[in-house]
């Protein structure tokens, strides 16, 4: 895949860290499953980081944004269903 990062520990505040892969949508090194937690549904990876913010966690919401504007380019890489 290309590289693309929807959001990175630190910039505009991040508590997580986005991507795209061909196993899914990744958050890497996620704190709430102490390993990185992948998904191929786009509904389920929303849900993941409301249980981020829920904690506290700040995930801003260009995240989604950007997650929903790819979703078909998302799609033909075989990120997401």
Not at 12 to 29: A, F, K
Not at 38 to 51: G, N, P, R, Y
Request: glycine letters at 8%; charged letters at 20%; a negative charge.
């Amino acid at each position: 895949m290309d590289a693309v990062s929807y959001a990175r520990f630190g910039c505009d505040g991040s508590n997580v860290y986005v991507i795209p892969t061909r196993s899914g949508l990744q958050c890497c090194g996620c704190v709430l499953q102490q390993a990185s937690f992948t998904t191929v549904s786009i509904e389920t990876f929303a849900e993941h980081l409301d249980a981020h913010r829920a904690v506290g966690d700040i995930v801003p919401d260009s995240v989604m944004l950007g997650i929903r504007n790819d979703e078909e380019w998302l799609k033909s890489k075989g990120a997401v269903q």
